[in-house]
């Protein structure tokens, strides 16, 4: 009976460091891609902001030939 219960303890035990390995593991791959994912919108916001620039820019200068009609 007593050799039952070490076994199972054994297990336990080897059950919460393989818990603890997995969930190191999961929290690992979440980091890498919240990295891939934070560098994607770096660029989609690096666009946006030359495409909001060349639009303003556009802007004035349509505004300024208009006024000098």
């Known amino acids: 009976m007593d050799e039952l219960k070490d076994l199972i303890q054994t297990l336990v035990g080897v059950a919460k460091i393989g818990g603890i390995l997995f969930a190191a593991g999961m929290a690992w791959q979440l980091l890498k891609t919240l990295r891939e994912n934070l560098v994607e ?29």
């Open 41 to 69: 919108l770096k660029a989609s916001h690096t666009t946006l902001t030359e495409l909001v620039a060349s639009r303003e820019t556009r802007i004035t200068v349509l505004e300024t030939k208009k006024g000098r009609k």
